[in-house]
């Protein structure tokens, strides 16, 4: 398969990035892998970090996430408030989070969850990014739940073993509060990389929805 790069960033030297997430650790569930090649390939990359609801040690978990997953790479760190599971119910509010962004910072890349996302703080957030962030490349991952909402993604992300592993270790690491649900475990992140990656020609791989792309040649 032919293997499309991202191109140039808009001003020469380094990729913007701007990175929703509805929940403390949706981001790196999401795009964990992509980011820690993204800051490894492209180390002047900029990413502002944006969480809509971070309250107490959700809230630290958050900070002390961003810092070791992108080192210098954290350009701006936005974490608010807003209420978990509650997000539609104040979208005046989300909406002025996301356009304060993009005044600025105007991105070559957002990453952001997907409009077909079942829980309702991540479409929420998903619309808003369309909203908001008009001209850039989005790219909607995906998280694995209950509501059973896997898709059939467009856009793929190869990963090594060692990316994967340090994603996992990662996530374990700097998100204890979540480690005793059900859901939260190696087996599961493991297996949806395994199944993206199968379907990329890769061993592993994280994927995304890619709604709109430009072909530059
Ligand atoms: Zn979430």
Same mark, same amino acid.
């Given at each position: 398969?032919? @293997? %499309?790069?991202?191109?140039p960033?808009?001003?020469g030297?380094?990729?913007? #990035?701007?990175? $929703?997430?509805?929940?403390?650790?949706?981001?790196?569930?999401?795009?964990?892998?992509? !980011? !820690?090649? !993204?800051?490894?390939?492209?180390p002047r990359?900029?990413?502002h970090?944006?969480?809509?609801s971070? *309250?107490?040690? +959700?809230?630290?978990?958050?900070?002390?996430?961003?810092r070791? $997953?992108?080192?210098?790479?954290a350009?701006? %760190?936005?974490?608010?408030?807003?209420? /978990?599971?509650?997000?539609?119910?104040d979208?005046?509010?989300?909406? =002025?989070? $996301?356009?304060?962004?993009?005044? =600025? *910072? +105007?991105?070559?890349?957002?990453l952001?969850?997907?409009?077909?996302?079942?829980?309702? /703080?991540?479409?929420?957030l998903?619309e808003?990014?369309?909203q908001?962030?008009?001209?850039a490349?989005? &790219?909607?991952y995906?998280?694995?739940?209950?509501d059973?909402d896997v898709?059939?993604?467009?856009?793929?992300?190869? !990963?090594?073993?060692?990316?994967v592993?340090?994603?996992? @270790?990662? &996530?374990?690491?700097?998100?204890?509060?979540?480690?005793?649900?059900?859901?939260? /475990?190696? @087996?599961?992140?493991?297996?949806?990389?395994?199944?993206?990656?199968? =379907?990329?020609?890769? +061993?592993?791989?994280e994927?995304?929805?890619?709604?709109?792309? #430009?072909?530059?040649?």
């Amino acid at each position: 398969m032919i @293997e %499309l790069s991202v191109g140039p960033p808009a001003d020469g030297i380094a990729y913007r #990035v701007v990175a $929703l997430g509805a929940h403390s650790d949706d981001l790196e569930i999401g795009a964990g892998g992509t !980011l !820690l090649r !993204l800051v490894a390939e492209h180390p002047r990359t900029q990413v502002h970090w944006v969480v809509l609801s971070a *309250v107490g040690e +959700r809230r630290a978990e958050a900070e002390s996430s961003v810092r070791a $997953l992108l080192g210098p790479c954290a350009a701006a %760190l936005h974490l608010h408030a807003m209420r /978990d599971g509650f997000v539609p119910g104040d979208w005046a509010g989300a909406k =002025e989070v $996301l356009l304060g962004v993009a005044r =600025e *910072v +105007r991105p070559d890349i957002v990453l952001a969850p997907s409009t077909a996302d079942l829980h309702q /703080d991540h479409r929420a957030l998903a619309e808003l990014a369309w909203q908001a962030f008009r001209g850039a490349l989005i &790219l909607e991952y995906e998280i694995p739940k209950w509501d059973g909402d896997v898709g059939r993604p467009s856009v793929y992300v190869p !990963l090594t073993d060692e990316v994967v592993t340090a994603k996992v @270790e990662h &996530l374990h690491r700097h998100f204890v509060s979540q480690v005793g649900k059900p859901w939260f /475990d190696e @087996e599961l992140f493991r297996s949806v990389l395994r199944l993206r990656g199968v =379907e990329c020609g890769s +061993r592993y791989a994280e994927a995304f929805f890619a709604r709109k792309l #430009v072909l530059g040649w």
